[in-house]
C-alpha cells in the first residue's frame, strides 16, 4: 500500500483558518491527480477539491472562495488552505489518488484523515 499522510487538522473558532497537508512518496514523479474529500458525523464522504499535474484545480461549489489548494505545491505535497471556516465545516478531511494508471497502477490510496472542529 502506498501510505498517505495527512496532518494539520486542529480546533479552530468560526471565521478562523487551517492549512492541511497531504503527503506521499510519488505524488510528483507519478503524476497523480490528488482528491480532498471530508466527512462530517453522521454524513456521506464529500468530495470537496481536487488538482492535477499541470495544476488545474477544481472545487465543489460549496467551497470555492474559502478551501482552497495553494498554487505552491512541494514535490509530493498537496495542500488544502482553509479560510473563514464555518461551523458546517467540522468534519474529517482526508486526502486520495485518483484512479489512472500511471499513478500507482491505478489504486486508490486514501490518507488517515485529520479531524477539524469550528467552534462558535
Known amino acids: 500500500e502506498v501510505h498517505v499522510t495527512v496532518s494539520g487538522g486542529g480546533s479552530v473558532q468560526a471565521g478562523g483558518s487551517l492549512r492541511l497537508s497531504c503527503t506521499a512518496p510519488?505524488?510528483?514523479?507519478?503524476?497523480?491527480?490528488m482528491d480532498w474529500y471530508r466527512q462530517a458525523a453522521g454524513k456521506e464522504h464529500e468530495w470537496i477539491s481536487s488538482v492535477d499535474p499541470d495544476g488545474l484545480k477544481t472545487y465543489t461549489a460549496s467551497v470555492k472562495g474559502r478551501l482552497t489548494i495553494p498554487e505552491d505545491r512541494p514535490k509530493d505535497t498537496v495542500y488544502l488552505q482553509m479560510n473563514n471556516l464555518q461551523l458546517e465545516d467540522t468534519a474529517m478531511y482526508s486526502c486520495k489518488t485518483q484512479t489512472d494508471s500511471w499513478c500507482y497502477g491505478g489504486g486508490v490510496y486514501w490518507g488517515q484523515g485529520t479531524q477539524v472542529t469550528v467552534s462558535s
Open positions: 510519488g505524488f510528483t514523479s507519478n503524476m497523480c491527480v
